[in-house]
């Protein structure tokens, strides 16, 4: 317990990432820490929402933002915040929801249900990105933990954020792990 808490603090700033990529994408994706125009605007339009439902949608605009996806498929829970959220990084996204529970990746053979949470899978436009797919899987501590089980086996670069988890799919890349 003492030793992962010490682990994820030392990854956490960003000491066991040596891809430029990677630490930039930490750094200015996940870690971001600045105020974004929207987040103050959903603060009071979804006063209902919990905190948690809020870091999501924090963590998704910015992946969103980042990624520019052409299109944007979530399996699970699903509001209108975490759907405005992606809206907000990324306006030309299609934003579709699956009609079932079942997350499937044919040319990964990985096929598992979404016990709890949300997952959202990103696929980026054709121009210029290796990242092939981006995928947000929450509850990967509990519910989901299968699934992230499978999605570390994938060639994939992966954060480990404790309660959620974040693969990016790349071409070409050797597949590192981080917890974050």
Request: glycine share 6%; hydrophobic share 35%.
């Amino acid at each position: 317990m003492i030793i992962n808490k010490i682990q994820r603090w030392w990854q956490r700033r960003g000491f066991g990432i040596e891809s430029k990529n990677d630490y930039a994408f930490l750094h200015n994706v996940l870690r971001e820490q600045l105020p974004y125009y929207a987040y103050g605007e959903w603060q009071r339009q979804y006063p209902s929402a919990t905190k948690a439902e809020h870091n999501l949608a924090r963590l998704l605009f910015r992946i969103s933002n980042h990624l520019q996806p052409g299109t944007v498929r979530i399996y699970g829970s699903d509001t209108e915040l975490i759907r405005r959220a992606i809206h907000g990084g990324c306006r030309k996204a299609t934003v579709t929801t699956s009609d079932t529970r079942y997350f499937k990746l044919a040319n990964n053979s990985i096929a598992a249900k979404a016990e709890t949470g949300t997952i959202v899978e990103y696929t980026p436009h054709k121009c210029g990105t290796d990242v092939t797919m981006a995928i947000v899987i929450t509850d990967i501590d509990a519910g989901n933990a299968a699934l992230w089980q499978q999605i570390l086996r994938l060639p994939a670069i992966t954060y480990d954020l404790r309660h959620t988890g974040i693969a990016l799919i790349h071409k070409k890349r050797y597949p590192e792990h981080y917890k974050i």
